[in-house]
């Protein structure tokens, strides 16, 4: 009992201290993320210790099927570098949900296509003044909120009828309409997988 407690101390005092003065120790960073200002993503490589840096416009998205050993089923959204094979997961979902990661996938190239304003999410509410595009937009008052709509939401009525008609929308929104503007960025990509 006097080894727990003398552990317990430690981890608690002088551990947490030193942590707190060092946290390199635990958590390096390494300056991971997708850059919209650069157009570039920078990602651990496998295992974690070397960062792959490259243009956004030179990934491929993939949604790869797994069988998990206990019997669920999850879909990954999985961005490979068509150069050089490097690859991250974006987001996993149940499979019962895979529509979720074509959302994730549309916001991410408006997230990093500077011709656009940031996508109107919780996130960057806070950062949509800072980006130049994203200002002139909100200012021409062509967002259509108030410019702290996220902040003063009513949680309750979010979770009761705007995250279910929010989900609606993204289940039921005819994805493969949409341009693919990572296959116009390769001239004659289509013609060059189906040979």
Request: net charge negative; with cysteine; proline share 8%.
């Amino acid at each position: 009992m006097l080894c727990i407690g003398g552990l317990h101390v430690f981890f608690r005092y002088p551990f947490a201290w030193y942590l707190e003065r060092h946290p390199e120790v635990m958590v390096r960073d390494l300056g991971c993320g997708f850059f919209r200002t650069t157009g570039k993503i920078k990602f651990r490589t496998y295992w974690g210790k070397e960062t792959f840096e490259a243009p956004f416009i030179e990934f491929d998205p993939y949604i790869t099927y797994h069988v998990q050993p206990n019997g669920p089923v999850e879909n990954k959204l999985i961005l490979r570098h068509r150069y050089s094979g490097q690859q991250t997961e974006v987001a996993t979902v149940p499979d019962s949900r895979r529509y979720e990661l074509y959302a994730d996938w549309d916001q991410l190239q408006r997230y990093m296509d500077v011709s656009q304003p940031l996508p109107d999410i919780p996130a960057l509410e806070a950062y949509r003044s800072l980006d130049p595009t994203t200002a002139a937009y909100d200012a021409a008052g062509k967002r259509g909120r108030p410019a702290n709509y996220w902040v003063t939401l009513d949680l309750e009525w979010w979770k009761r009828e705007g995250y279910p008609e929010h989900m609606k929308k993204i289940r039921e929104f005819p994805w493969e309409s949409l341009e693919d503007k990572m296959e116009n960025s390769v001239p004659n990509l289509r013609e060059a997988a189906m040979a």
